[in-house]
C-alpha cells in the first residue's frame, strides 16, 4: 500500500507491506515539496521507485487518481504488473487553474480510462463527465461505480422503533476540513 499526501499540512508519504493480509512493515518519506504540481511529480517517481525495489511482480495495481494509475500502466507495459485498475474519486473539468497543466491532467486521464483493465468510479457522475467533456462514452469505456459510503437507497431501512434517536455517526477522514470538530464543539448545546 504506498500513500501521498492529499493536503497541503502533511508532507508525508510512505509505503506498508501486507503478505497475506498480515502487516511486515513500513517505510516514511517526507516529500522536499509540499503539495503542489511539482509535488505530483515526487510523488509518482516515489512510487515507481518503490516497485521496482521491491522485485516483485504484481497480479493487481489499483491506483486512486491518474498518475498513480499511469504508474500501474507503466509498469504493466514492462510485465510488472498484470491488471491495472484505475479508481476515481471524483471528476473536474477544471482541476488546475493553468490551461495546458489542465490538459495534461485530463489527457492522463484519458489514456487511464481507455488502457486500464478496469474503471472504477466512485459516483455514476464521473462517467458521465468524461463523456460529456472527454469524448470517452460508456459504450466504449466501460466503467463500473465502486462507491465509497453509504448509499441509503441501496440499504434497507430499519425502523424507527428499532433505532437509537440520540446517536451520532460519522463517516470520514478526521481532517478539519471535514468539519467534525464543530459536531463536538456542539455537543454539549446538543445534549441540553
Not at 8 to 18: C, D, L
Not at 19 to 40: D, E, H, L, T
Not at 84 to 102: A, K, L, W
Request: charged letters at 20%; glycine letters at 6%; one cysteine or more.
Amino acid at each position: 500500500f504506498i500513500s501521498h499526501p492529499i493536503i497541503a499540512e502533511n508532507n508525508h508519504s510512505y509505503i506498508q507491506k501486507f503478505i497475506k493480509g498480515k502487516y511486515i512493515w513500513q517505510k516514511n518519506i517526507n516529500r522536499p515539496i509540499r503539495v503542489s504540481f511539482f509535488g505530483y511529480i515526487i510523488d509518482f517517481l516515489y512510487t515507481c521507485w518503490w516497485i521496482i525495489s521491491e522485485k516483485n511482480r504484481f497480479d493487481v495495481y489499483i491506483g486512486i487518481d491518474g498518475l498513480n494509475c499511469l504508474v500501474g500502466l507503466i509498469f504493466k507495459a514492462f510485465g510488472i504488473v498484470n491488471h491495472v485498475i484505475f479508481y476515481s474519486i471524483d471528476f473536474t473539468p477544471q482541476r488546475f487553474p493553468h490551461f495546458y497543466i489542465n490538459k495534461l491532467y485530463h489527457y492522463i486521464e484519458t489514456i487511464c480510462v481507455k488502457y486500464s483493465d478496469e474503471s472504477w468510479n466512485v459516483s455514476p457522475a464521473i462517467a458521465r463527465g468524461r463523456e460529456k467533456y472527454l469524448q470517452l462514452t460508456q459504450a466504449s469505456f466501460q466503467q463500473k461505480v465502486v462507491p465509497i459510503g453509504i448509499w441509503e437507497r441501496d440499504i434497507s431501512s430499519i425502523p424507527d422503533k428499532n433505532t437509537n434517536g440520540y446517536s451520532i455517526v460519522f463517516l470520514g477522514h478526521l481532517l478539519k476540513k471535514q468539519g467534525v470538530q464543530v459536531v463536538i464543539e456542539a455537543m454539549p448545546f446538543i445534549l441540553r
